[in-house]
């Protein structure tokens, strides 16, 4: 049977899922594989992660932490709108100047570098405080319902 794992344990795992598709991404680069597509995906999860935060982490922030946590969700709210427009800037150059050209890959390095900071503190103090709140059996209620969610919102169908 898998252990239960606390919500904090969830989220870190789709943060990794990310710099995994980061990894195969530049190994794409450097060998000539599907790095277009590979980017879309990478692009997809993060989104995906982002809208899943805003829709079910943040309500559980007001709810289990109070007025700190409703602060700690609105920079999480911010911090992703600049993560996303980040991205989106990047599709929009996915048919001009393309994976592999050195604009391109400048822009991914900071949009990574802004994501990795970010995830890094939700890893650090955010996810840990709201497990603490959560207790052992809230948090991994919390994870389970967490991954259910993400299991409906998958790209293949
Ligand atoms: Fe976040
Ligand atoms: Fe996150």
Do not use: C
Not at 10 to 19: K, Q, T
Not at 60 to 68: D, N, T
């Amino acid at each position: 049977m898998k252990t239960q794992q606390y919500l904090g344990e969830v989220l870190a795992s789709d943060h990794n899922e990310v710099y995994q598709l980061h990894r195969e991404y530049l190994e794409s680069v450097e060998k000539g594989g599907p790095s277009q597509q590979i980017f879309l995906t990478l692009a997809w999860s993060v989104g995906r992660h982002a809208m899943m935060e805003e829709a079910f982490i943040h309500p559980l922030l007001h709810r289990a932490i109070g007025s700190q946590g409703v602060q700690l969700a609105e920079i999480d709210g911010n911090e992703h709108a600049g993560i996303k427009s980040m991205l989106l800037h990047m599709s929009s150059m996915v048919s001009t100047e393309g994976p592999g050209s050195p604009e391109f890959e400048k822009a991914l390095e900071t949009t990574m570098g802004h994501l990795r900071r970010h995830n890094d503190s939700e890893e650090s103090a955010d996810l840990p405080l709201l497990d603490s709140h959560l207790g052992a059996e809230g948090s991994a209620q919390a994870a389970g319902l967490f991954e259910q969610i993400k299991s409906t919102m998958s790209m293949e169908r």
